[in-house]
């Protein structure tokens, strides 16, 4: 009788081992896929939050463009043929002879916070956050400290604008912008059409990318 309880109790001993063994397996294995699903949600809600300010950001810079061509338009109203495409801030009185069309090639676009107009920054090589080569800095996009410019809003212009506006710049983001340039003929004094590509990329567990293109016409020409 002895032995067999001895038995007994040894076998019931080893079947709540197992049993509370594979209870913690259980729970170990519940845990780490809760972990998991709840580590990717917060990834994924990340991700949402960025891609949303980067659309954002990749509509300004196209909007940038939009505004300084609507704006020669009104500044040169008697010869938009010719002076539709002009750098913000050059151009004589009579826009003749031209000054400072907007050539082909890569930009920033930024908002001056204090006059509340858009200008372009030219820079020599395309934005790409793969190659350290690149000229990356110069598309990085930086916060304002408002408290130094009264009436305005919460936005990001390039930390070089920020620098040569006298601004002080509140922190990096990480977002970089790029604008990019063509015509229809390639010459900015004969092209009546203008290709505006903006870019905004940001680095994230990887480099995350939005695009977004338009094309500007000079279609309010006037003969002169």
Request: hydrophobic share 40%; proline share 3%.
């Amino acid at each position: 009788m002895k032995n067999w309880m001895t038995t007994w109790m040894k076998e019931k001993t080893a079947e709540t081992l197992v049993e509370v063994v594979v209870a913690v397996f259980v729970v170990v294995m519940g845990s780490a896929v809760a972990t998991t699903l709840i580590v990717n949600s917060m990834r994924a809600n990340s991700f949402s939050k960025d891609n949303l300010v980067a659309l954002n950001l990749a509509v300004e810079g196209l909007e940038a463009v939009r505004n300084i061509r609507d704006t020669n338009w009104m500044k040169f109203g008697f010869d938009k043929t010719n002076c539709w495409n002009l750098v913000p801030g050059s151009g004589p009185g009579d826009c003749s002879p031209l000054y400072d069309q907007i050539a082909e090639g890569y930009y920033t676009a930024d908002l001056n916070p204090i006059s509340y107009e858009f200008d372009l920054g030219s820079v020599a090589d395309s934005l790409d956050l793969n190659s350290a080569s690149n000229p990356n800095d110069s598309y990085r996009l930086g916060y304002v400290d408002l408290t130094t410019v009264a009436g305005t809003q919460d936005i990001l212009i390039t930390e070089d604008t920020i620098a040569g506006l006298g601004l002080t710049n509140a922190g990096a983001s990480k977002f970089y912008r790029e604008i990019h340039i063509e015509y229809d003929t390639g010459d900015p004094a004969t092209g009546e059409i203008m290709y505006v590509t903006s870019t905004v990329q940001w680095d994230q567990n990887g480099v995350h990318q939005v695009e977004l293109t338009t094309s500007l016409a000079n279609y309010q020409k006037v003969s002169t």
